[in-house]
Every structure is written in C-alpha cells, then in structure tokens.
C-alpha cells in the first residue's frame, strides 16, 4: 500500500499562485494513477485533476483547466498541483488519492488510498 502527506495549502489572495504537493511513501509510486479532489464546507468532494503513472497524460475538471496543472516526479515520489488565478471558489480541502491502476480516475470511489488533506483558503 501507500501513504500519502498533502502539504502546500494556506491562506492566499485573490489571483494569487499556489503549489500542493503529495509525499507519498510505501509502494512503488509510479505502480500508481493519481488523482487532486477538493471538499468544500456543505458540498460533495469533487475531482480536480488526474494524471497516468507516467506523468504524460493529464486531465482536468472544467473549472480549473487552464489555471491548474498537475504533475508528478517518480523519483521523488511526490505528486504536484500547481495552481493560478485562485479565486474564492477554490476554497475547500484538498486531497490527492492513488489508485492501483496506472492511469487514474475522474471518480473518487475509484482510488485506493487517501491522504489527510490540506486546506487552500482565497480571500476576497
């Protein structure tokens, strides 16, 4: 199995820039597809972005396609999310998830394991 540790959020300004990273310790990590969703007091956890084993493809939910990238470094064993133009809804816990299947998921019930979160507030 793996572990996982998001790290990276806080408190950000409209506009402003951000990057979450996921240690993520056990398995061989690039055995694994990832994923970035997000929770927002009062509302379902939502996909943000997956991406395969390899780091070569890549996908995005609608709202945050063009201002987030996600990557990932094998060697390191950490998975990225780069984040832009932040607005008041990003706002929510963060979590990256992988799953024992190279290429990743759009749906949350598909992931494996969990990390603990990390909380991205933009103020307005």
């Known amino acids: 199995q793996v572990q996982l540790v998001e790290s990276g959020g806080e408190l950000v300004q409209v506009g402003d820039s951000l990057r979450l990273s996921c240690a993520a310790s056990?398995?061989?990590?690039?055995?694994?597809?990832m994923g970035w969703f997000r929770q927002a007091p009062g509302r379902e956890r939502e996909f943000v972005a997956r991406i395969n084993y390899s780091g070569l493809i890549q996908m995005y939910a609608d709202s945050v396609r063009g201002r987030f990238t996600i990557s990932r470094d094998n060697g390191k064993n950490v998975l990225y999310l780069e984040m832009n133009s932040l607005n008041p809804e990003d706002t929510a816990v963060y979590y990256c998830?992988?799953?024992?299947?190279?290429?990743?998921?759009?749906?949350?019930?598909?992931?494996?394991?969990w990390g603990q979160g990390t909380q991205v507030t933009v103020s307005s």
């Open positions: 998830a992988a799953r024992l299947d190279r290429r990743g998921s759009l749906s949350a019930s598909d992931y494996d394991y």
């Open positions: 056990g398995r061989t990590f690039s055995d694994y597809g």
